[in-house]
């Protein structure tokens, strides 16, 4: 099938759009309403085309491309129409730097921090001169406006949180409200009154954290004009320097695209290149750069003398800290390993211990131990199956433990796209918190008993009495066992308390298995879990998740905060430090009651300032970078680890780079790619291969509106207005 | 399920009882009657009927047309067709009735004609010159019979022609429709059999008809007209088009204003379930079809068929680009056909009485009848149906008797808000999709407004623009900005603050919108503005270059004088300005003082000499 276009002819897919064929075959069409990830819109009217046996021009964006169609793209008429179009949007879009002869010069010279509080020109445009319209504006070749121009003077939104809006500056495309509805299913903005006065907005006009709004930032990144900024980059203006990395907020580990500007990370936003599909939540779009340029940050290393913890200079901290930890026994060593930290500094963290002799390591996660029991034993390795992209093709999605809010909120996304296509969606949960607008959701007295009852009813359905949970573990049971695919996430909702935890990660596993689904993933509390126990930093594994328990290679197998502990070492915090411990050494970016008591404190990095691989919930490979400077003395995780392996006299430590320690860790570590998913074990060869004692402190401070113990809210103001409002009230 | 024969017999019989009987009262009870006071007539008649102990029946009947007569009596006595009356009035109704039915005698005040035969003294209604050049097929049994009452449509041939098509394949029906040449009433003139066929061949699992009912256009009443007057007759035409479709549900998108026409519609259809002309196995035939009515909440865009499609979908109204076409990819993607109210009326008759007849109706291109809602400044406003091809004078002058009180006519508006006016000159233009669009008008939905010199041609302009500007749904560019900057430009004219050029910039919008705009609300919202720019180009220039208003209409151009020689001094104008600008004594010339005066007119209203002028001198003698 072929159609013509300007004279040429083309093939074309079946389906496709005139904008698609274009688009593929380097035709320009002028477009605003347009984007690649969203539906047909049709409203701009700039791609009009004529096509012979039409009346009127049709948009390109949504006519179907037909067989043997005549098209013209560019004819002299039609693009003055356009252009007459483009200035009817101009003369009321304050478009001063858009039509300015100065423009050019403009853009090199003028300020940076834009504080006018009504946007009049191109000076005070928050869109970091990423505009669409202008793209528009000089394709076309528009320098005037014929019509009276207008100031609409709409009133700004200035106070939600996180988020501007200024619809002086909207041109009414839809994209904002497409993405929300269609991308996140979310559907907080709509358009809303008619005629010259319909405008964008809530219900009713409302402020945003009365909505639905989980404050994602999607509708601020397809907008093409500087209607919906962020509170926080509007005044930083452009990136000196950009690059890309992943984000260790939450497990999802989304590809963010990253700037840097006088030293300091200024923006963190989704890229097109992961799994997330150029969509994030509000943890890393906008929580990220507060964060990490907070005022609370470790900056020097501290030594406790004369029970005052005064600064130091590095050798002197590192000599304290060694000096410190050699006084005890190995068996008398504990460790706890951030699941902020990446592969690399983990498996740093975990070559100290052993190499001090000590097997004494946990994960500062509730949900780690109990997998590792659970699933460690009827798998190869703790690891999920399938990936958050599948979950696209799923007839059925079980999520239990997790509304998605703030925990691997972007497989919403996925989950979304599936129900578009017909699949149900259950949300078992406890908490009351808004959740996935479309999913059924339950909302049982306890996960373990409800996983029981579902199991059960999956097995042998309609055998028992009917109650509430019985009815509705029979409507997921259906559900799942007729769908040809089916997806189950579990999330740290459900491992509040080890031993329930580890029923309901036990049971997931059989439910998956019963119904033959295709994912399964572990919603973990930490932004790289499974990174972490990858490299083997958990009591039990070595790199790779090679279980060696029973090698009796190892002295110990003490919980590092149990009994006979003496001395220990943290890169997060504890809930608090049990009795007996004489010395402890702290190693993070932020302070915390625990790093209070601490005899060494050794200042360290956020994941945005360092450099390695993370991986993600479900076996993603993402690598991290950044060009942000330290706060003062302190050092990224992997240096300090280094310098510490070498002041103890370990083997082992002589890199120079992060790429060696990528290399030593053995793992195949190729950004993009996928670690290999879990496989179940043959029935016999199942068993605990670890025992109770692997992870059983809790709970950590580690719930989803924290950042390696950190509450969010304490450095983002707005963080705390929008998870107050959603029900975190940790 | 009863058997059509039976039914029809029945039926027969009901209506003849009715025909034979002695003393039957027709109400008019159609909105407009209702409007009018037909209530109080009513309650008149039965204290009448109270008082002389007379036994008459009472039946409600929907609207004949003629809104210039209201409310609408028709009396059936002594063996004589019904005489209708109008307008009655309650305290007139009771003497009527004594002097028909006690006296026996057809008083002349007020007697419009029997609906029948001439007999005695009285005329035919149908003789009338209101009535006389119509040709009713959609509205033939409006005021005749009462709506709800299934025998009284039955016993006038209704559903004969669903019969006749659920004999034929589906096929067969479409065809007979594509012969009969209909073309959708709704404004565009599409050929609905084409429409059928396109969805038809698209059909899958599913596929859904739609009746448009929203009738936006401020002024059209056609089809409220219609459902109230003779709703068996859209849901016939409702149930041949889904039959023919392959649709197993109906939906009437009727706006939720029209609440007489939509209890009515809902008691039919109850009736029809009732009878198995709908629900499951119509008529024995296995066809199935249940019809829903959803109420529009009264946005003209709305009416646009995939903004009205978007609409029961419960989205927001917001039109869409075509193709792909609702035939193709319709309610809930499944393919649709959307049909006016008098495209679906029209189908019942064409069944009936075959392809061939309703094609002998009309013009060349465009066959039957067109209704349209007459009203502006004619003698007999009101419901108009005439064939096609009938000229505009025929229908102004003829059936309305032309501008009352010896005004002379300037324009005609058809088409509704978009649509365009024609000048005085082009009067003997036949009425048809074509020609009307040529002469840069529509056929629109159906409205035809009259205009004699006092209209102002800029003013006119100026509203329909601020109606179609506020009814903009505001997805698209041109409609929403262009027409806003229209609006406001014509403001300033209309206000003496023309500026040369924007004559030139209206057109250069004006055709921006046409042109641009996503749906017809914005293709057609240019209409007025640039026929008349195109027939009355003086008017505006007076307005822009010497801030005149020719029919001295536009407030701001408007200056009252007082004639000296006229003024018998009675000092009503200076007793009721309510700025106290009018000086004088009692028997001496009064004058009003141009500085003060807030130009409300009530002077000039109120003069009871017609010593007030009304003048737009224009800009030099204003400044004098
Ligand atoms: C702004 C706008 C308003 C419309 N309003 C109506 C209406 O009130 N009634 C109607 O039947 N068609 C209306 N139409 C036309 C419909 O879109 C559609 O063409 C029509 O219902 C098709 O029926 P037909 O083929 O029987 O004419 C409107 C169109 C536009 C653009
Ligand atoms: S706010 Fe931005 S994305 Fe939304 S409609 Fe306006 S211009 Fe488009
Ligand atoms: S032309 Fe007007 S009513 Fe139609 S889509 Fe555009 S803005 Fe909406
Ligand atoms: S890009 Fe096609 S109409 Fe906007």
Known sequence: MTARIDGKDYDIIEGETILDIARRNDIYIPTLCNHPDLSAFGGCRLCLVKVEGFRAFVPACATPVQDDMVIETTEEDLDDLRRRILQLILSEHPSACIICADREECLDLHPDPTKAGRVTGCRFCPNRNECDLFDVVKALGVDDIWVETEYKDVPLYRRDPFIHRDYNLCILCGRCVRVCAEIRGVSAIAFTERSHDATIGTAFQGPLVDSSCVFCGACEDVCPTGSISSKMTRWVSIPEVTGKSTCVMCPAGCAMDVGFKWGRMTITEPSEEGENVAQACLKGRYCTVPLTNSKDRLEYPRVTTDGVLRPVKWETALETAVEGLKGFAPEEIGMIVSPSLTVEEAFLAQRIMRGLGSDNIAIASNMAGPMQKAWGGAMDRVAGIGTMTDIRDCDAVLIVGTDLSLTAAVTQVHVHAAWKDGASVFNVKIDPRKGYRHADVIEPDAYGPFMDILLEEVKAPGQQPHTPDRDAAGRIASALKDADKTAILVGPGAFRDAAEGTQVAKLALELFEAVNGTVLLPLWDGGNVQGVLEAGASRCLTPGQCIEQDSGKYSSGRNPLGEGIKALYLTHPVPEIPEGVEFVVYQGPFGSQVSERADVILPSSMFSETEGTVISLDGRVGSITSDARLPNMAKPDWKVFIDMGRALGLDGFDFEAVADITEAVGLPLEPGTHLPPGEPLPEGDRAVRVDDAVNPVGPWPCSATRYRGREIAEDVEDFLEVAASWGWDE | MTDFDVLKAEADKVWDDLQSTDGVVYLGTASCGIAAGIGEVKRETERWMAENGADLRLSEVGCIGTCCFEPLVSIQVHGNPPVAYGPVEGRTMGGLLDSIITHKRYPTEALLGSIGDAFGDVPSIWDHPVTATQKRIITENNGIIDPVELEHYISQGGFEGLKKALAMTPDEVIETVLESGLRGRGGAGFPSGRKWQMCRQNRTDKSYMVCNADEGDPGAFM?????????????????????????????????????????????????????????????????????????????????????????????????????????????????????????????????????????????????????????????????????????????????????????????????????????????????????????????????????????????????????????????????????????????????????????????????????????????????PVLSTIKYFREEYEAHISDGRCPAAVCKPLVTYTIEPDECIGCTLCAKNCPVSCIAGAPKEAHVIDQHQCVKCGMCHSICPKDAVKKTSPGRKEVVE
């Open chain 2, 223 to 527: 089809d409220r007209s219609i459902l109230e007057g003779d709703p068996y007759r859209l849901l016939e035409g409702l149930t041949t088009a889904s039959y023919a479709i392959g649709a197993d549900e109906a939906y009437i998108y009727a706006r939720a204003e029209y609440p007489l026409a939509i209890k009515r519609l809902r008691i039919a259809i109850a009736k029809l379930e009732e009878v198995g002309f709908l629900g499951e196995d119509i008529m024995g035939s296995g066809f199935s079809l249940s019809i829903h009515i959803k109420e529009g909440a009264g946005a003209f865009v709305c009416g646009e068929e995939t903004a009205l499609l978007a609409s029961i979908e419960g989205k927001r109204g917001m039109p869409r680009p075509r193709p792909p076409y609702p035939a193709q990819e319709g309610l809930w993607g499944k393919p649709t056909v959307i049909n006016n109210v008098k495209s679906l009326a029209s189908v019942p008759a064409i069944m009936r009485l075959g392809a061939e007849h309703f094609a002998s109706i009309g013009s060349e291109g465009t066959k039957g009848t067109a209704v349209f809602a007459l009203t502006g400044k004619v003698k007999y406003p009101g419901l108009v149906e005439v064939p096609m091809g009938t000229t505009i004078r025929e229908i102004v002058e003829g059936i309305g008797g032309g501008v009352p009180d010896g005004g002379k006519l300037k324009a005609v508006q058809t088409g509704g808000p978009s649509g365009g006016c024609i000048p005085e000159s082009m009067l003997d233009l036949p009425v048809d999709f074509e020609s009307l669009q040529q002469a840069g008008a529509i056929m629109g939905s159906g409205g035809m407004v009259v205009m004699d010199e006092e209209t102002c041609m800029v003013d006119v302009a100026r509203y329909f623009i601020s109606f179609t500007q506020y009814e903009s749904c505001g997805k698209c560019p041109p409609c929403r900005i262009g027409t806003k900057k229209m609006k406001d430009i014509l403001e300033r004219i209309c206000d003496g603050n023309g500026d040369p050029g924007d004559i030139e910039v209206l057109e250069e919008i004006g055709s921006t919108v046409r042109m641009g705009s996503l749906c017809q609300l914005g293709g057609t919202a240019p209409n």
